[in-house]
């Protein structure tokens, strides 16, 4: 059964870094897109960034200039560095793996608190 964990989250001052790394445990068959989301508290969940196998990237316009979505093909992990982050960048952040069947494995989530 595959699993997608997350590491890399934590509390973090506002202009600080954090870096998000996420691996999946198990094999994916063809993995399509892999990308980050987010929910805070009382919001419904939220396109970060997304990357597609060929490198392809989109962001939220909120985060663009900020934050750089990365991925390995060869080990299966996408990676979110954040930098310059903003209390409204408090969030839940979940990874995501799609495959070229339509099928999206989801991970349990990363808390990131930035405090003013």
């Known amino acids: 059964q595959v699993q997608l964990v997350e590491s890399g989250g934590g509390l973090v001052q506002a202009g600080g870094s954090l870096r998000l790394s996420c691996a999946a445990s198990g094999s994916i068959y063809r993995i399509a897109v892999m990308g980050w989301y987010r929910q805070a508290p009382g919001k419904q969940r939220e396109l970060v960034a997304t990357?597609?196998?060929?490198?392809?990237?989109v962001y939220a316009d909120s985060v663009k200039g900020r934050l750089t979505i990365s991925r390995d093909n060869a080990e299966n992990t996408v990676s979110l560095q954040m930098n310059s982050l903003k209390p409204e960048d408090t969030a839940v952040y979940f990874c995501l793996m799609g495959n070229v069947r339509g099928y999206n494995y989801w991970g349990q989530g990363t808390q990131v608190t930035v405090s003013s």
């Open positions: 990357i597609t196998s060929g490198g392809s990237t």
